[in-house]
Nanobody, 125 residues
Framework: QVQLVESGGGLVQAEGSLRLSCTAS????????MGWFRQAPGKEREFVAA???????TYSDSLKGRFTISRDNAKNTVFLQMNSLKPEDTAVYYC???????????????????WGQGTQVTVSS
């Protein structure tokens, strides 16, 4: 069992930065692939980035270069550094954990069995 708690969201001006954190409870954290997704009002949940236990990472093509995912297995925490934020990045950001064997399915919501409650990110123009 894995429980996830996100933090670090908030209101930021365009071109600003935010760093999201997701802390997991449970001893299985280090063996799980961790992902970040986001969901804007009226839209489907969208893949942002994912990182395996061995720190291989993958990103949404549209976000690569602005967002960076990392993890600290000793602290059971995964991070999402978001730079050069745009108003269209406004969404609820969710952390997820899944027992993926590799990253080929990391972009799919159904690959993850555990989800956090989400943290709101609002980017003003």
């Amino acid at each position: 069992q894995v429980q996830l708690v996100e933090s670090g969201g908030g209101l930021v001006q365009a071109e600003g930065s935010l760093r999201l954190s997701c802390t997991a409870s449970g001893r299985a954290f280090s063996s799980h692939t961790m992902g970040w997704f986001r969901q804007a009002p009226g839209k489907e949940r969208e893949f942002v980035a994912a990182v395996t236990w061995s720190t291989y990472s993958t990103y949404s093509d549209s976000l690569k270069g602005r967002f960076t995912i990392s993890r600290d297995n000793a602290k059971n925490t995964v991070f999402l550094q978001m730079n050069s934020l745009k108003p269209e990045d406004t969404a609820v950001y969710y952390c997820a954990a899944g027992a993926l064997v590799n990253l080929s399915a990391a972009r799919e919501v159904r690959s993850y069995g555990y989800w956090g409650q989400g943290t709101q990110v609002t980017v003003s123009s």
